[in-house]
């Protein structure tokens, strides 16, 4: 597990898959006491590392920028006045990153989308180009192992795909596809 400071109040934490299986966790498990190891062992870490003072509220923000690990950014909050009823306070729901798939050539995001629309799976899907490759983003989905027959998981982040990239579709990917090529 690799650590560096961001803030006086942030973590980045670089981890990988072969280190959470050390630690009992495994793609797609969200048991709740192997977390808890995990995320008690960052904050006696930064402790150790960065001298933090303990604080009753944290935030962690889970990354997954390759295949090799996850990025956890642990950020530590100062809670000096307890919230009270009169508080205006708004529940804000965690969203999943989308997924990203990068194709060598077109005729492979042709032939998943194809292959997608036989099992009747299509899903909400962005295209785009950059630098002589297709890149893919969707929601989260649990067909990614039909994706990885045809892709593979991107190295680059969503946001730089839809920044510097040239996009093609830039919703219902699939479905355009299909519209055009099938």
């Not at 003072?53 to 944290?58: I, N, V």
């Not at 009747?120 to 929601?139: A, G, H, P, R, T």
Request: charged share 25%; glycine share 2%.
């Amino acid at each position: 597990m690799k650590l560096e400071r961001l803030s006086s109040n942030k973590i980045k934490y670089s981890i990988s898959f072969e280190e959470l299986s050390e630690h009992g966790i495994f793609e797609n498990d969200f048991d709740a006491i192997n977390w808890d190891d995990l995320f008690d062992e960052m904050l006696d870490l930064a402790n150790e590392e960065y001298h933090l003072e303990s604080s009753d509220t944290l935030s962690i923000e889970i990354y997954s920028f390759n295949v090799k690990e996850i990025v956890l950014i642990l950020t530590l909050f100062d809670v000096t006045e307890p919230l009270n009823e009169d508080d205006d306070f708004q529940y804000e729901p965690i969203r999943m990153s989308n997924d990203v798939y990068c194709f060598e050539n077109i005729e492979d995001v042709i032939s998943l989308a194809i292959q997608l629309n036989n099992l009747n799976k299509i899903c909400n899907s962005k295209l785009y180009e950059f630098e002589n490759y297709y890149y893919v983003i969707v929601e989260y989905t649990p067909y990614s192992a039909l994706f990885y027959e045809f892709s593979e998981k991107a190295t680059i982040s969503e946001a730089m795909i839809e920044e510097y990239g040239i996009p093609i579709f830039e919703d219902h990917a699939f479905d355009e596809i299909l519209l055009y090529f099938h």
